[in-house]
C-alpha cells in the first residue's frame, strides 16, 4: 500500500479525546471524538473509511455535533444510520439537513455535566463552538478561531467568512463568558498543520485576549 493510500488510526490528544485525519469532504477539516461516561460525542464528520468505522462502532457515539455547515461530510446520512447518533446543530443551519432528523438550537444546549455548545455566528450563519471543561477547558471551536502561520490563535477573514464583524463580536464573547482558568486548549476544525504536530493549542483565553478585536475589524480578505 502506497503512503496515499494509508488510513489514519484516530490520534489520541488527552485523556478521553481523540482526534481524526482531515476529510476531505469537509475541506480538509478535523474532527474529534469525546469520550464521556454519559454518552460520546462526535465533533463534526470524519472520513468515513473502514477504520473510522470500526472505530466509532466499537467507542459508541450518542451525539454527532456539527459546528458550521461545512463540517458535515457527504456521508452524514449513512453515519447517523450505522451509529444511531443523534445529530446536534445550531437552528439557522438546521434547513440544510431535511431529509436528516436533527437537534436544533438557539443560544446554548447542554449535552452533559461537563460540555455545551453555543452560538458563534460569523465564519457561517449557524456557525457554533462546543465547550468541554476537562483539562482546563477545550474548546472545539469549528472555523470560528483558527491557529494562524505564527501558530497564534485568531479569527479569520476568508471568502467565505458569512458576517465578519459578527464574529468579532463573537470572540469577545468568548472572553466574557470564560475565563483563564477554564478556557485552556483550542481544537480547531482547520488550519491544524500551523499546530506543527502538537494536536492542540494551549493558553488559549491568553491567546485570544491579546488580540486587538476592533484593530481586527478591518483585516482584508484572505483566501
Known sequence: MS?????????????????????????????????????NILIDCPPWDIVNQDFLQEKGVRWLFLTHRTGHGKALKL???????????????????PEIPVTSFAQDIHLSPNS???????????????YWSNHGGVLFSGRHILPNPEGNAVPL??????????????VQAILDRFQPETLNYLAPCANVGFLRGR?????????????DLQELRNNPIID
Open 79 to 97: 453515519m447517523k444510520n450505522t451509529l444511531g447518533c443523534e445529530i446536534i446543530l445550531q437552528e439557522q443551519e438546521a434547513y440544510l439537513l
Open 116 to 130: 455545551f455548545a453555543f452560538w458563534s455566528a460569523g465564519y457561517s450563519p449557524g456557525s457554533a463552538c462546543f
Open 3 to 39: 503512503n496515499s493510500q494509508v488510513i489514519k488510526q484516530p490520534r489520541l490528544l488527552l485523556e478521553g479525546l481523540f482526534a481524526f485525519a482531515p476529510n476531505r469532504d469537509t475541506l480538509g477539516g478535523v474532527s474529534y471524538l469525546i469520550v464521556e461516561n454519559s454518552g
Open 157 to 170: 477573514r476568508t471568502a467565505k467568512t458569512f458576517h465578519w464583524y459578527r464574529q468579532l463580536k463573537n
Open 199 to 211: 494536536g492542540l493549542m494551549g493558553d488559549l483565553y491568553g491567546q485570544i485576549s491579546a488580540l
